[in-house]
Structure formats: structure tokens, C-alpha cells
T-cell receptor
Framework: QKEVEQDPGPLSVPEGAIVSLNCTYS??????FMWYRQYSRKGPELLMY????GNKEDGRFTAQVDKSSKYISLFIRDSQPSDSATYLC??????????FGTGTRLKVLA | DAGVIQSPRHEVTEMGQEVTLRCKPI?????LFWYRQTMMRGLELLIY????????DSGMPEDRFSAKMPNASFSTLKIQPSEPRDSAVYFC??????????FGEGSRLTVL
């Protein structure tokens, strides 16, 4: 079983839709969770990070962690064509080991 | 802050040539990482440094790969000799003491 599982997509939605991106993880000891956005031919950009269960909101983005289910989500409200990118979840295991999901490709159609 | 700066952005070389990739981390960050990204394997950790000291290089695929960090503001990843299977995007990332990891724009390497 992979430590982090992420649906690769692609996911296509109309502009204005609510997008839900998800990852599951295997180790209940994981404490630090991140979401990255990667545009084509660019580096991953840190979008959200959280230490705890529950929700964290930043503008149109909400990161949700459910430690009991070992499930993390990123919600994008009022999605825009500029949100079209690959989204990677990441988990910090220990001091330095960042475990990345394979990424979900999102396309928001105008 | 300018973020993590990598050079070159693109490199095309022939098999057997030496390749040197460069990275300037964000000032004040205590860890520096080198990753490789391919479609097949996603992001793979190659090596990381803490306060300029290499801590774990178990991800370096072969002895052809080496990395240095002579000071807090500069690191290199060298491949000698390069092979076509080394073609990938190589990312440098640096980390805040609180754990947030920031990536550069990457160096896209093509070995013919």
C-alpha cells in the first residue's frame, strides 16, 4: 500500500463549480499536511498547509483533514480557468521526508 | 523575496557530457532538497542538506550523481557522465524551520 494515494484525474469541471480534490494516507502518525499547485512547466507552489484536523480556509481554497479516516481534501470554490493545474497533496513524515501524491490534473472549462 | 532560484531552466546535452544544475535557496531556510520529477515516478527525493551538511543521499540513483552545498546560499547537483535516462525535471526546494517547503521553477534536462 502506498503511503499516500491520490486520484490522478484528469478532472474537468465548468467555470464556477466547486472542486474537491482528495488524498488518503496510510500512517495515522502523520501530522503535517500540505497542498501544492503545479502549472505546466513550473515548480510546485505551496497553497495550503495544516497541522491539525478540521478545516483551514484561504480565499476560495479550503483544506480539510480528517485524521480518523486518514483523508485530506482541498476544496476550490468558484473555480476559474486559471485554477487549471496539477494539484499535489504532500505529507511530512518525521523531520524531512515529504511524501507526495502523484497529483490530480484539473481543467476548469470557461 | 525572490524565492528559490534555479539555473539553467533548460539544458539539452549529449550522452556522456557533464551536467551541473544550480540552486540558490531562500535566505533563512535551514534545509535544502533536490528532487527529480518524471511522469512515471512523480517527485523523487535525491538528497537533502541541513545547514549546508548533506544528511541523506540515499535517493541519489548512482555514483554519477553528486551534490554539494558550499555555503548557505548555493548548491549544485552534478551528473557525470549523463545518460538519456537522466532526462527529467530537477527541482531544488528549501524549507522554513516550521516545515513549509518551497520549490524553485526547476531545471528541465534532456540528454540525447
Amino acid at each position: 500500500q502506498k503511503e499516500v494515494e491520490q486520484d490522478p484525474g484528469p478532472l474537468s469541471v465548468p467555470e464556477g463549480a466547486i472542486v474537491s480534490l482528495n488524498c488518503t494516507y496510510s500512517n495515522s502518525a502523520f501530522q503535517y499536511f500540505m497542498w501544492y499547485r503545479q502549472y505546466s512547466r513550473k515548480g510546485p507552489e505551496l497553497l495550503m498547509y495544516t497541522y491539525s484536523s478540521g478545516n483551514k480556509e484561504d480565499g476560495r481554497f479550503t483544506a480539510q483533514v480528517d485524521k480518523s479516516s486518514k483523508y485530506i481534501s482541498l476544496f476550490i470554490r468558484d473555480s476559474q480557468p486559471s485554477d487549471s493545474a496539477t494539484y499535489l497533496c504532500a505529507i511530512l513524515s518525521g523531520t524531512y521526508k515529504y511524501i507526495f501524491g502523484t497529483g490530480t490534473r484539473l481543467k476548469v472549462l470557461a | 523575496d525572490a524565492g528559490v532560484i534555479q539555473s539553467p531552466r533548460h539544458e539539452v546535452t549529449e550522452m556522456g557530457q557533464e551536467v551541473t544544475l544550480r540552486c540558490k535557496p531562500i535566505s533563512g531556510h535551514d534545509y535544502l532538497f533536490w528532487y527529480r520529477q518524471t511522469m512515471m515516478r512523480g517527485l523523487e527525493l535525491l538528497i537533502y542538506f541541513n545547514n549546508n551538511v548533506p544528511i541523506d543521499d540515499s535517493g541519489m540513483p548512482e555514483d554519477r550523481f553528486s551534490a554539494k552545498m558550499p555555503n548557505a546560499s548555493f548548491s549544485t547537483l552534478k551528473i557525470q557522465p549523463s545518460e538519456p535516462r537522466d532526462s527529467a525535471v530537477y527541482f531544488c526546494a528549501s524549507r522554513l524551520p516550521t516545515g513549509e517547503l518551497f520549490f524553485g521553477e526547476g531545471s528541465r534536462l534532456t540528454v540525447l
